[in-house]
């Protein structure tokens, strides 16, 4: 990979002091998470971070593609090297939640809500998505991958009704550049306060605080088995969403995929 001239022009000052001062531009890449994975295996440090104007086989979860129109979304990928059992990595992945919520909120002026596990709805709708993806090797990291819809173009015309951008909903324009700072500086702040100890808690309790799923009736799309149907009425200490059926037994999912129901 070779990185061309900047596609987005922030002031790179105002990351000094976190650790995403590495940040490296492309007009284009397959996927900014598969790069980082390859560099995260190459030794990469914690903090570098790729940031794409377009992809060419962007991924989602589950398998799912992720394709914008070139420069219609903030497509980027943060690698970070957690010094966490593995149980406890999710809440890594719940700060990271929470801090592209804190970025939009600076960006754009609204704060969106969190569709269990980590994308970024307004009225049901998705503003964004973050993957996550462990790096293995002798020295393990986790890269997170963030793809928000910042024009409307970032997404196809069939699916107005299902998705949103930023500018939709700011009803202005909003700078990526401004955007990838604003979440970059949130997620420096998050992981810290994670890292720090004695905060987990409080990150927890602030993910429930932005979810958009509990509360709700959802229909989980398992990887095996039947679909399953209930309440959502808790997130648990792990990261596991707690759904109660209709003949009130409780189920805790790891991975599926959520919809909310209307009730």
Not at 126 to 152: F, M, Q, R, Y
Not at 246 to 255: F, I, N, P, R, T
Request: hydrophobic share 45%.
């Amino acid at each position: 990979m070779t990185a061309g001239p900047p596609i987005l022009e922030f002031d790179r000052d105002r990351l000094t002091g976190t650790r995403f001062t590495t940040v490296r531009t492309y007009a284009q890449l397959d996927s900014t998470n598969s790069a980082l994975v390859e560099e995260a295996r190459s030794g990469a440090p914690e903090g570098l971070v790729l940031v794409a104007d377009h992809q060419t086989g962007g991924r989602g979860r589950l398998g799912r593609t992720w394709s914008a129109a070139p420069g219609a979304a903030l497509l980027v990928s943060v690698l970070l090297r957690p010094p966490l059992p593995i149980d406890e990595v999710s809440v890594v992945l719940m700060a990271a939640g929470l801090a592209a919520c804190d970025g939009v909120e600076a960006a754009a002026g609204f704060r969106p809500g969190l569709k269990w596990p980590n994308d970024l709805v307004v009225r049901d709708r998705k503003l964004a998505g973050l993957l996550t993806e462990a790096t293995g090797g002798a020295d393990p990291g986790v890269v997170l991958g963030l793809g928000i819809n910042v024009a409307a173009s970032a997404y196809p015309a069939e699916l107005a009704g299902q998705a949103t951008s930023c500018e939709e909903e700011a009803s202005r324009p909003v700078d990526r550049a401004e955007l990838l700072v604003a979440f970059l500086v949130a997620l420096e702040t998050r992981y810290s306060s994670v890292l720090g100890g004695g905060s987990r808690s409080a990150t927890l309790d602030a993910y429930r605080a932005d979810s958009a799923t509990l509360g709700r009736r959802v229909r989980v799309e398992l990887a095996a088995g039947p679909a399953l149907e209930g309440s959502a009425s808790g997130v648990a200490d792990d990261g596991r969403l707690v759904v109660v059926d209709d003949a009130g037994a409780e189920h805790l999912v790891s991975v599926g995929d959520v919809k909310h129901l209307r009730t």
